[in-house]
Each structure stands twice: as C-alpha cells, then as structure tokens.
C-alpha cells in the first residue's frame, strides 16, 4: 500500500512541478551593444508554450540608472525580465518605455509600477490599454490559459502631461523617445540610443513575419518607415523578428502594408467580400513571411471593413 501512495505522491508532484514549469518564460537576453540587451520574442503567434512573450524587449543600463523598451505579455514576464536586470546591475529601473498599448507589449506594466519604475507611454495608447485591457485579457487567458496571467492585472497610471521628443539621460547615455502618431498604432514611441546608435521602433517595422495592422494608418506608417530608413542608426531593434543590420530588410514591412492596403482599397471599391479574394489564395511574394496565412485572413476584412465605411 505504502508503495502505491509513494507512486501517487510522485505522479502528482511532477504534474504539478509542470503546472508550475511551464509557466516560466525561458528568456535570455542578448547583447547588441556594450550595455544594451534584448529578450527576443517567439516569432510566433501567442500560443500555450510561448506565454504570449511574441515580442522583442529590451534593456539599456547607464552609469547611473536603467531603461526598459516594452513590458511583455504579463506580470509573470514582468516579473522575470526585473529579476534578470537586477542579475546584471544593481541601478535603479527609473524607466519603462511601452511602444504601444497591444498586449504582448503592455501587460506586463504593473510590475513596473510595483517596481518604482517611472512609465512613459503616449496618451492615447495609455487610453486604448485602459479601455480595451481587461476584454483583452479576458481573450488571451480564454486563448492560452489563465496560469501565464497569474497577478497580470490593466492599471491606471499616472502620465504627467508628457510631450514628446523626450531626452532622458542614464547616466553616459543619452536616450532620445519619439512619438509617431497614427502609424502602426495611434501612438507608436521610438527610442534612439545615441551612444551605439541603435533604435528601437517597436511594431513599426516587423522583420520576417508578417505586420499586423488592426490599429493602423496605413499611409502614415509608410511614411514612417520611409522616415526611419533615411536616419542615422547602426541597429534597429525590431517590435518583432530578429535585429536589422541593413535599411533594406525594412523594406519587407513597407510590401506587406502596402500590399494588403491596395488590395482592400480594390474590394471595398468593387464590393468584394473577403471571402472572393481568399479563395484566390495569398500572393506568392507574401508566402515567404512568418504568419502570411493567418495574418492575411484576419487582417484584410479589418481593411475592407474600414474601406467600406470611409
């Protein structure tokens, strides 16, 4: 009998420790810069492995204290990338940069603002990730499970009446965050590191993967990249996809947005359905990106829609 409740002990706590394990986000940052990390996301959809962690996040420490470009998909994340900065320095985390309000890049903030950490988002993302949090929230846990948002909570904050561009020194780093309305989202922020030269757009440019677009401006976000192609920068951290050495790989974002904008312009123009141009199949140049197929059916009757209605 004793060995049978050894056996049941046994088989529960390893279900148990799984329940446990696979809700720790296995992240490592990377250096692309002295001082300057990144955790690169999944290049993925959000799914129960990856935790929702499908964007890229980073870190810039200064002689005097630390800034941090997004806040993934949950406090769990939150909570592991402060735990992993504070494995590297022990200055103060005075900054968290959200780039805009989508989940995998917003939810993870209340740990920040637990943390001390001073957020700098755009007014009006800070209004859509107050509006529309909690029904997000209540979708990716419905999605991929309640146990990756365990404590992940959408919280009001204060924004100070913040004006853009702002200069934020880190000590021996001086770090400069744009604003680009109505892009990607209503309020994409950039952030330049002048030291190394390298830029953090978040969703404005996507690498290898395909761009979502359920928030954007199309016209302007072209413009945009156009924008970012012509400044002086060494590295461009991507919101998704790995790190962009050469302009020319930006070049991937502007095909796709361009391409699903003209087409959605034609069918709402014509009176096509969705349905009409998905049975003609995804373009062959489009195949090549990372979630062409799943992007296409969702975003283009988003397009279409809002065609429809202008």
């Not at 949090?133 to 992940?152: H, M, P, V």
């Not at 349905?275 to 199949?281: H, R, V, Y």
């Amino acid at each position: 009998m004793q060995y049978f409740k050894n056996i049941i002990f046994i088989f529960i706590f390893l279900n148990s420790f799984q329940a446990l394990s696979k809700n720790n986000f296995n992240i490592h940052p990377i250096e692309v810069s002295k001082n300057i990390y990144v955790f690169m996301g999944d290049n993925n959809d959000v799914n129960p492995k990856n935790g929702g962690a499908i964007s890229n996040t980073a870190f810039i420490i200064g002689t005097k204290s630390i800034l941090v470009i997004d806040a993934g998909p949950s406090y769990l994340y939150g909570s592991k990338v402060i735990e992993i900065i504070k494995s590297y320095s022990s200055l103060p985390i005075r900054y968290l940069v959200v780039t805009h309000h989508h989940p995998d890049h917003s939810f993870g903030l209340s740990r920040f603002i637990e943390n001390g950490t001073k957020i700098i988002m755009a007014q009006s993302e800070i209004n859509r990730y107050v509006k529309y949090g909690n029904r997000l929230l209540k979708q990716l846990k419905n999605l991929i499970g309640e146990d990756w948002f365990i404590d992940t909570k959408i919280v009001a904050f204060e924004n100070e009446n913040i004006k853009f561009p702002i200069n934020v020194n880190l000590g021996g780093r001086e770090i400069i965050i744009e604003l680009y309305d109505q892009g990607h989202s209503e309020g994409d922020l950039i952030v330049k590191d002048l030291l190394s030269k390298t830029i953090f757009v978040g969703d404005l440019v996507f690498n290898e993967r395909a761009p979502t677009i359920p928030h954007a401006n199309i016209n302007n976000w072209n413009k945009y990249i156009s924008t970012i192609m012509d400044s002086n920068w060494d590295y461009l951290v991507p919101g998704h996809g790995k790190l962009i050495k050469e302009k020319e790989e930006l070049l991937l974002t502007k095909y796709w947005i361009n391409y699903i904008d003209k087409i959605a312009k034609k069918a709402a123009k014509n009176g096509m359905s969705p349905a009409e141009i998905f049975n003609k199949g995804i373009p062959e140049p489009l195949l090549k990106y990372k979630l062409a197929k799943e992007t296409w059916i969702r975003d283009l009757p988003l397009l279409i829609n809002k065609y429809e209605f202008e």
